[in-house]
Nanobody, 134 residues
Framework: QVDLVQSWGGLVQPGGSLRLSCTGS????????IGWFRQAPGKEREGVSC????????YYADTVKSRFTISRENAKNTVYLQMNSLKPEDTAVYYC???????????????????????????WGQGTQVTVSS
């Protein structure tokens, strides 16, 4: 059973852009907070961005703020991560995730990211490799 399906990533030159998508295959994403994480070889997993399901707020890690944008398209049951001005240090496997408990109480995006970072109940996408290199 696959619950979150991610789009393909790819190879992008520094300064380029890429949009990742995360689609719910078995449940409606707009009921839950959705987060994006990344993990580079030899590094810890990093929470990159999150969108709240209750107040419309968004969260970004300082490392991606002003370059990445998270958004929802409820009609397609999809959350996007638009990545601009990509840097080699953005190279990683990117994952989307959600925890069903984020849908039962109001949470800001920052609060929801805190939940997703520690939850044992997360649903995860399959992961997408993004490589930024010339």
């Amino acid at each position: 059973q696959v619950d979150l399906v991610q789009s393909w990533g790819g190879l992008v030159q520094p300064g380029g852009s890429l949009r990742l998508s995360c689609t719910g295959s078995t449940f409606t994403l707009d009921y839950y907070a959705i987060g994006w994480f990344r993990q580079a070889p030899g590094k810890e997993r990093e929470g990159v961005s999150c969108t709240s399901s209750s107040d419309g707020s968004t969260y970004y890690a300082d490392t991606v703020k002003s370059r990445f944008t998270i958004s929802r398209e409820n009609a397609k049951n999809t959350v996007y991560l638009q990545m601009n001005s990509l840097k080699p240090e953005d190279t990683a496997v990117y994952y989307c995730a959600t925890d069903p408990t984020t849908g039962v109480r109001p949470l800001s995006a920052e609060q929801a990211m805190g939940v997703l970072q520690t939850s044992i109940y997360n649903y995860w996408g399959q992961g997408t490799q993004v490589t930024v290199s010339s």
